[in-house]
């Protein structure tokens, strides 16, 4: 495959379900609803991570947030891999 700097980011919304480590790129995509995955983009230091999609070096950051599906349900926390920038 060729050089991917200065392509196009994939088309997708700014919010995603898989990230993938910047520096390895070949690396089985994280996903936000597995303990383990979720427990490595949250360390700290954080890792850079990148938009999963082949060519597509969009950084992400992961984010929790917490929401009420119905008033007097328990709050959910909602994870997520949020496009950070669409610097390649």
Do not use: F, Y
Request: aromatic content about 2%; overall charge neutral; proline content about 11%.
């Amino acid at each position: 495959m060729g050089d991917i700097r200065g392509m196009e980011p994939c088309h997708h919304q700014q919010v995603k379900r898989h990230a993938q480590l910047r520096h390895q790129p070949r690396s089985t995509p994280l996903w936000v609803d597995d303990p383990d995955d979720w427990a490595l983009v949250r360390q700290q230091p954080r890792p850079p991570l990148v938009c999963p999609e082949p060519g597509c070096q969009v950084e992400l950051i992961s984010s929790r947030s917490t929401s009420h599906v119905t008033i007097g349900q328990p709050t959910v926390e909602v994870a997520a891999l949020r496009v950070l920038s669409t610097n390649g």
